[in-house]
């Protein structure tokens, strides 16, 4: 993320680092199939990844905001349900609203995953009951 706030131009980028116990295989999939998927609302962070070895160094665009609210995640929620691949754990830290746009963004890349709707329907309930 680029930020100008009039005096300083400051940009943010995040690091996550993963080391698998074996092949980082199912991760690197997960990944270029996120990067293939499209949203109609939800959003996807810039990012880019590193294999070395076991290890799976994933570096995105930082975004700036707060976490993702009832409210917000109503208007993702249709992206959330549908085709055989999409987010598994629907925990409002795993998305945030961005602070100028106000557009919703998965941030938890790696929960990407090939997961039946129904599957994740009854975790959208466990975090969103009311929704």
Not at 101 to 124: C, G, H, M, P
Request: charged share 30%; proline share 2%; aromatic share 14%.
């Amino acid at each position: 993320m680029i930020y100008d706030d009039g005096n300083v131009i400051t940009s943010l980028t995040f690091y996550k680092s993963m080391l698998f116990k074996h092949t980082p295989d199912e991760c690197i999939k997960r990944l270029n199939m996120l990067r293939r998927a499209d949203f109609n609302v939800l959003k996807i962070p810039a990012f880019d990844f590193t294999v070395h070895g076991n290890e799976v160094i994933i570096e995105s665009d930082y975004i700036k905001g707060k976490y993702a609210c009832e409210e917000d995640m109503i208007k993702v929620k249709a992206d959330c349900m549908s085709g055989d691949w999409g987010f598994g754990d629907f925990h409002y830290t795993n998305f945030k609203v961005h602070r100028f746009t106000r557009e919703v963004y998965a941030i938890d890349l790696e929960q990407f995953q090939q997961i039946s709707v129904n599957d994740r329907k009854i975790n959208w309930s466990k975090n969103w009951k009311s929704l």
